[in-house]
């Protein structure tokens, strides 16, 4: 079975812009979540996807949202990005969530220039 | 409360030794703590996790300990090899909020 897959592996972009991450679940798993991996800070929720509603957010700015399509890939957007954009995006599916294992992608490297 | 603490920040363990990892945490609705282990370009993926009722789960050469009354728990790697030289996150959940709270992180660095 393949695993998460996250587009693209490397981004870069300017102050001001915006970009658009993707995510592809493990087949059959229809939780997605994604998560800001940075040096200082750690693993940061951002927010949970469950068949194509929101079920959670994390403590981020409205510049940061996402949404999961009917065969529950994932997008998540940042608008105006800013040079503390700059980390590793990680997505993580799972069956339905809760205490469901988590599996993660490899994750989008985003460095805002 | 809604913070997981983890220490140490970094870890420096002698090949065969034992490595430990410490979490501590306030809210107490949390049901399930699992451990995650990321290496350098990976995502991180699952290693071994608990939940509250039980104060001890091993799995291979890899414990955890919870203490309940303490709010804290903690990864032990028993003989511990260079391949575990890796970045390991602790994290714990309310089931009912789908929503993960990691620990900030250790780097293990096993010596050969």
């Known amino acids: 079975k393949a695993g998460v897959t996250q587009t693209p592996r490397y981004l870069i972009k300017t102050r001001g812009q915006q970009v658009t991450l993707s995510c592809s679940p493990i087949?059959?798993?229809?939780?997605v979540s994604w998560y800001q991996q940075t040096p200082g800070q750690g693993l940061q929720f951002l927010f949970e996807y469950f068949s194509e509603t929101q079920r959670n957010k994390g403590n981020f700015p409205g510049r940061f949202s996402g949404r999961q399509f009917s065969n529950s890939r994932s997008e998540m957007n940042v608008s105006t990005l800013e040079l503390g954009d700059s980390a590793l995006y990680l997505c993580?599916?799972?069956?339905?969530?809760?205490?469901?294992?988590?599996?993660f992608g490899p994750g989008t490297r985003l460095t805002v220039l | 409360q809604q913070q997981v603490k983890q220490s140490p920040q970094s870890l420096i363990v002698q090949k065969g030794g034992i490595s430990i990892i410490n979490c501590a945490y306030e809210n107490t609705a949390f049901d399930y703590f699992p451990w995650y282990q990321q290496f350098p370009g990976k995502g991180p993926a699952l290693l071994i996790a608990i939940r509250p009722d039980v104060s001890e789960k091993k799995e291979g050469r890899f414990t955890i300990s919870f203490n309940k009354s303490a709010k804290q728990f903690s990864l032990h790697i028993m003989d511990s090899q260079p391949g575990d030289s890796a970045t390991y996150f602790c994290a714990a959940l309310h089931s009912g909020t789908y929503k993960y709270i990691f620990g900030t992180g250790t780097r293990l660095k096993v010596l050969a």
């Open positions: 087949s059959g798993h229809r939780s």
């Open positions: 993580a599916s799972s069956l339905v969530a809760g205490s469901d294992t988590q599996y």
